[in-house]
T-cell receptor
Framework: AQSVTQLGSHVSVSEGALVLLRCNYS??????LFWYVQYPNQGLQLLLK??????LVKGINGFEAEFKKSETSFHLTKPSAHMSDAAEYFC?????????????FGQGTELSVKP | DSGVTQTPKHLITATGQRVTLRCSPR?????VYWYQQSLDQGLQFLIQ???????AKGNILERFSAQQFPDLHSELNLSSLELGDSALYFC?????????????FGPGTRLTVL
């Protein structure tokens, strides 16, 4: 079975500082990995996804993530945090067989941005 | 706006009751997924349908059932409700079904069982 682990349930940064949200995965097959963001009282919005085309994936709102097979990691970064980035972030891995499948989510990391 | 709609937005009911949550996928999407989000369990997959057929099942309770109709909308039925069923229920949809396919999430239905 595949899984993801997000290190740190809460991360706080100052506005303008680097954002780093950590995600490690466990998978017996080449993984497909996703980062979603959830703003308060809203659904999940896709930030970016890794589908083996390139190890550095650029997403929306200035976020990017790098797939590192040797470290089984897919950390999310943004060079300069903005107040509007405050939200909960979820890393997910896609698990499928020949019938169907699902996303398996990490526990989430709540990002706070201080002025 | 993801294009996935869910109704109702909020639902308050009593233990032992039955409710139905409705989801309309994005136009053209054939696959629908249901997830439950709670404080203690996080985001958990419940069930997936593709073009009207059940394709994958997660830790969905026997008291819960779902279906996808010919017009591709889906309903999640929760019966004999318990306090612990209080949660946010999300529907997601994707064009096809496959590991790399992006799942687009609706705004969710917040269920409160009193």
């Amino acid at each position: 079975a595949q899984s993801v682990t997000q290190l740190g349930s809460h991360v706080s940064v100052s506005e303008g500082a680097l954002v780093l949200l950590r995600c490690n995965y466990s998978s017996s097959v080449p993984p497909y990995l996703f980062w979603y963001v959830q703003y308060p009282n809203q659904g999940l919005q896709l930030l970016l996804k890794y589908t083996s085309a390139a190890t550095l994936v650029k997403g929306i709102n200035g976020f990017e993530a790098e797939f590192k097979k040797s470290e089984t990691s897919f950390h999310l970064t943004k060079p300069s945090a903005h107040m509007s980035d405050a939200a909960e972030y979820f890393c997910a891995v896609s698990e499928w067989d020949n019938q169907g499948g699902k996303l398996i989510f990490g526990q989430g990391t709540e990002l706070s941005v201080k002025p | 706006d993801s294009g996935v709609t869910q109704t109702p937005k909020h639902l308050i009911t009593a233990t032992g009751q039955r409710v139905t949550l409705r989801c309309s996928p994005r136009s053209g999407d054939l696959s629908v997924y249901w997830y439950q989000q709670s404080l203690d369990q996080g985001l958990q997959f419940l069930i997936q349908y593709y073009n009207g057929e059940e394709r994958a099942k997660g830790n969905i309770l026997e008291r819960f059932s779902a279906q996808q109709f010919p017009d591709l909308h889906s309903e999640l039925n929760l019966s004999s409700l318990e306090l612990g069923d209080s949660a946010l229920y999300f529907c997601a949809s994707s064009v096809r079904q496959g590991a790399p396919d992006t799942q687009y999430f609706g705004p969710g239905t917040r269920l409160t069982v009193l």
